[in-house]
């Protein structure tokens, strides 16, 4: 999909992670923006989806807050429907997530959701995927997921 201006997301070359783009909201104001900033990179067919975890993402045994994970997944299912491609900016819906935590995550480096595509049609993508911390060579799985959700557009 050709980058088009956005008034709501900019999206561009991350000048942090050479090879992979920065997703950013333009309003600060809101949600997404207290879990920048969100980077991606397309691996062949998975998405990998990539947010530094701040100390206001933890909970008081340092681990990352479940619901700021459910954010960041949340947030990682329409960063990867970009990347992919199969869908522009803004007025998009989740209609369904299914999460399963099955470790925690360290407040002390990025963690990643790797997604992967499994159906798109005319409204609606299918997705699953993984959250992941840890390096190429060294994951752990903190939580799966499985997501449908809905491409929209916001009217001006």
């Known amino acids: 999909m050709a980058d ?5 997301f900019r999206y561009f070359a991350d000048p ?6 920065r997703w950013e909201m333009i309003d600060d104001t809101r949600f997404n923006a207290s879990l920048a900033p969100i980077s991606t990179r397309i691996d062949g067919p ?8 701040r100390r206001r993402h933890s909970n008081l045994r ?11 997944i949340d947030v990682a299912v329409f960063a990867a429907a970009r990347a992919f491609g ?7 819906s989740t ?16 963690i ?15 997705v699953r995927g993984l959250v992941v911390q840890g390096d190429d060579s060294d994951w752990t799985t903190i939580a799966s997921f499985a997501c449908t959700a809905r491409k929209g557009s916001i009217r001006a």
């Open 46 to 53: 998975i998405a990998r989806v990539r947010m530094v975890p």
């Open 16 to 21: 942090d992670l050479p090879g992979w783009h």
């Open 86 to 92: 199969v869908m522009g900016e803004g007025g998009a």
């Open 95 to 110: 209609v369904d997530l299914s999460t399963q935590f099955i470790a925690g995550a360290d407040t002390t480096g990025p």
């Open 112 to 126: 990643e959701a790797h997604v992967e595509m499994l159906r798109e049609t005319g409204r609606l993508f299918f």
């Open 4 to 8: 088009s201006p956005s008034p709501h």
């Open 62 to 72: 340092d681990h990352v807050h479940g619901g700021a994970l459910l954010g960041f």
